[in-house]
């Protein structure tokens, strides 16, 4: 209660920044801060340039690290803001004026509890990066490594943390006197944020996730991740090998260094994919600033700050929706939000299919290469909220992801949908995991629930034996199917005998 009237000054400097910007209107959401609006009139620039989301986007860089990081957050709620400001703030750039090469010095030598001569030959002390939390110098090792050495700005914990303490401050002023906006659970939203940037400031996490994305990654055909230099790391600084390559998205650019976009958009394709359903961790920032394509035509990530993770029921989730849109069968994408729990048994189930086939059926008559399934998935979780979703993080931070690679991808190459190339994949992971395969497991379990489904599941088999057959793969699995199908004619008739 003590901190109340700090919080509220600072209420009152960000909301001067914010007229100043002329991008008071998130505050139009609050109805008892309509008079607060009406006293700042006098101080709105009503000569700001740009766009609503423009305009906001503008005012959070000038409020910094924290806020920047928040904006960002906020691009994956269209549900809130709605979608032309969403995207305006996916755009928020995090680059601010870097910090003296001394201080850089001063945390690595505190931080590694050594001289930096001692840890590095070289050490440029003009940064190649500067961003809100961290900065990064090339250097050379002692041991002759060319790396490239991440540091955190002096002071950012605390400032992120008093940033902190606001938000979650204003999210339970929020929550105890706005009820309309209780379902979006503002208290538990910042605690998540709060979370995700808490970890973003220990750069040992950022390095152990790229080892095991590595690790992941090493069956991954044209994608790897640069080693890290455990020597050279703590919690302030993090050494990872130098990756000398270019950027992903001039197209031009790497045909003229030798390499096929096109190669490399399915193996970057593919590389999303399996990260997100096979091992179900993926790497959440993949904007085009952190990639680089090495002079093999090797796609390298970079930046390891946020990182995402799917359970397989998620991941199971996500293909049922996909697949039942791809089928036009909205009752079926409708069922994996009420099965999954995602949706509350009373949400009006007929009314949510409708609203689910209002989004699929414009985008589903676009060209396949115009089709992005991460705006449709968007879509859907924002329509998913109205109907009393409980927000799934993991979720959101997912179809964000999705959009930004088939932005990349489209870089690439306008005229193909990423995850076209992906389809051996995609088609190999679905039988696997929501298959004929997958399905008889469950009929088993199911046993003479299922009975009224045989004839269904055997068509589907068939389809799958045909589609196997088709594609010439391993007899293996065609022999797994048959080897499915005899226990369940048998598990069928037991149970319908015991019935
Ligand atoms: N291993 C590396 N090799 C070469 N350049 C790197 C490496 N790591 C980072 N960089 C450069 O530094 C920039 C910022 O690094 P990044 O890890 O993305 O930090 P931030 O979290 O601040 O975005 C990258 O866009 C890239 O240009
Ligand atoms: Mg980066």
Redesign the pocket.
């Known amino acids: 209660m003590l901190e109340s009237p700090r919080y509220l000054w600072r209420l009152v400097a960000i909301g001067r920044t914010l007229a100043r910007h002329n991008a008071l209107f998130p505050f139009e959401l609050l109805p008892q801060a309509r008079p607060l609006l009406r006293l700042a009139r006098p101080f709105v620039n009503e000569n700001a340039a740009g766009r609503p989301g423009q305009r906001l986007a503008a005012a959070l860089e000038e409020l910094g690290p924290s806020f920047i990081k928040f904006g960002q957050s906020l691009a994956t709620r269209t549900d809130l803001l709605g979608e032309a400001i969403a995207r305006d703030l996916a755009t928020l750039q995090?680059a601010l004026p870097s910090f003296p090469a001394a201080a850089a010095r001063a945390t690595i030598a505190t931080d590694l509890e050594q001289p930096v001569e001692a840890l590095f030959s070289d050490f440029q002390d003009r940064?190649?990066?500067?961003?809100?939390?961290?900065?990064?110098h090339?250097a050379t090792t002692t041991d002759g490594d060319e790396?490239?050495v991440?540091v955190l700005r002096p002071g950012i914990e605390k400032a992120i943390e008093r940033d902190l303490g606001f938000f979650a401050w204003l999210a339970r002023l929020v929550e105890r006197t706005q009820p309309h906006l209780r379902h979006y659970k503002p208290v538990e939203a910042v605690a998540i944020f709060a979370q995700v940037t808490r970890r973003?400031l220990d750069l040992r996490l950022?390095a152990a996730a790229a080892v095991e994305l590595a690790e992941n990654a090493e069956g991954y055909e044209g994608f790897r991740v640069?080693a890290v230099d455990w020597r050279r790391t703590g919690r302030r600084v993090v050494t990872?090998?130098?990756?000398?390559?270019q950027g992903i998205t001039d197209r031009a650019a790497l045909i003229a260094a030798g390499h096929d976009p096109d190669r490399i958009m399915e193996n970057a394709a593919k590389a999303f994919f399996s990260q997100v359903f096979k091992d179900g961790f993926f790497h959440g920032?993949m904007h085009p600033?952190?990639i680089?394509i090495d002079r093999e035509g090797t796609i390298?990530a970079?930046?390891?700050?946020i990182m995402g993770r799917v359970d397989m029921a998620d991941r199971r989730h996500m293909a049922g929706i996909l697949v039942g849109f791809l089928e036009r069968d909205y009752v079926k994408v409708a069922d994996v939000f009420f099965a999954a729990g995602f949706l509350p048994d009373d949400a009006d189930r007929m009314a949510f299919v409708q609203a689910v086939r209002s989004i699929g059926e414009p985008i589903l008559g676009l060209p396949l290469e115009e089709i992005s399934f991460g705006r449709l998935m968007g879509q859907l979780l924002a329509m998913a909220e109205q109907f009393r979703m409980q927000t799934q993080p993991q979720l959101l931070l997912l179809q964000k992801t999705m959009v930004v690679a088939e932005g990349v991808g489209r870089l690439l190459n306008p005229k193909v949908n990423m995850w076209q190339l992906a389809q051996p994949l995609v088609e190999d992971w679905i039988i696997a995991h929501l298959g004929p395969k997958a399905r008889l497991q469950q009929a088993l379990d199911d046993g003479l629930q299922m009975a009224g489904r045989l004839p269904h599941i055997v068509r589907r088999l068939d389809e799958a034996l045909e589609r196997e057959r088709t594609r010439h793969v391993a007899v293996d699995r065609v022999k797994l199917f048959q080897g499915w199908f005899w226990p369940l004619v048998v598990g069928v008739l037991i149970g319908l005998a015991v019935g």
């Not at 190649?128 to 900065?135: D, E, G, L, N, R």
């Open positions: 995090d940064p190649v990066a500067a961003a809100s939390i961290a900065q990064v090339l790396v490239a991440k973003e950022e640069p990872f090998e130098r990756i000398v390559g920032d600033g952190n680089l390298v970079l930046d390891f700050g």
